[in-house]
């Protein structure tokens, strides 16, 4: 019975990853692409991105809804962000410091409006914290797991984005 | 300093500005991208060691149950529970008692042996000697020893916060 059970469970889990990587490997390439801007290094950071996406399996409830759809953009964002960074060898650097951008940012510059053009338009390691925290509601420690950080530096992450953040809204004369 | 935006405006327009910045990504190519074929060996790899880790899952998940039922099985049985640690300790209000099993039976001819302990707390020493019976009493004090009561297979001595070592063979 349990072994009848297990297997039932396994075939499950197994069309789960399939069908996830059927309805999302386009996205992810492009949301890799954007950053990294080439076709071996995104498709690398794609490959990354599935094994991190089968250690979160537990999280994805519905295929196909858009918070599968960001959860999943957003997790490729950030393995392209670490693929970025070692292929520019800055692996020293402070992500927090780091100012890569999509190139997805470009086209938010004439958005009507200024709020949504700020955010869109914040560097890419910014971004993915602010959407895992105030669009997909994970909680500090979650985002901690998902980027393998520290809660400490998913705080200072947030602090840093929101600093960001105010600074473009400013110059875009919006008042918050 | 611009003023930080708090988390209620963030909570409102966050949603909105990742709903078309996904859009936007999905909007952007416009033929499907077709992957290398070393990604596709790629894929294949990782497929296959999901379906491993899963079976893994599945495996540990078994091995899990069928030993938490084998141990409470033997648990809740004294006979098994005996057979499987070769010793009882059980801790009374004033005595701890080890009873140690070595698989004589009721048919068999026995012979006592005594097994003495390898340690003995400080101040412990041999009050009594019953080879025939298989025990042998450690006491602290002898003035201590209240009663004493033999029957069957059971030894009952009452010592007031003694230990009793005690072997059945």
Known sequence: MLIYLAAIDSQEEKSKFEEIYKEYNQIMYRAAYGILKEKYQAEDAVSRSLFKIIDNLDKIEEIRCKKTQAFIVTITENTALDCYRKNKREKTQNIDELQVYSEYSKLFEQEENDVIAAINCLPINYSIILRLRYSQGYSDEEIANMLEITRENVRTRVKRAKRKLAKILEERGVEV | ?169
């Open chain 2, 1 to 169: 300093m611009a003023k930080l935006p708090d988390d209620n405006f963030l909570y409102q327009y966050i949603p909105q500005a990742e709903e078309k910045w996904i859009k936007t990504i999905e909007n952007s190519g416009e033929n499907a991208h077709a992957y290398s074929e070393e990604f596709q060996k790629k894929l294949k790899e990782i497929t296959k060691l999901e379906k491993r880790r899963k079976n893994m899952k599945q495996i540990v998940a078994v091995a899990v149950i069928v030993l938490i039922t084998f141990f409470t099985g033997c648990m809740s049985i004294q006979a098994a529970r005996a057979k499987l640690f070769d010793t009882i300790q059980r801790i009374y209000k004033d005595c701890v008692e080890y009873i140690y099993d070595t698989g004589a039976t009721e048919n068999m001819e026995r012979e006592n042996i005594l097994i003495e302990p390898d340690y003995l707390p400080d101040g412990y020493q041999v009050f009594s000697r019953n080879e025939s019976m298989g025990i042998i009493c450690y006491r602290k004090d002898a003035k201590d020893v209240d009663t004493e009561k033999v029957s069957q297979n059971v030894l009952f001595i009452r010592l007031y916060n003694k230990s009793i070592r005690r072997t059945f063979l």
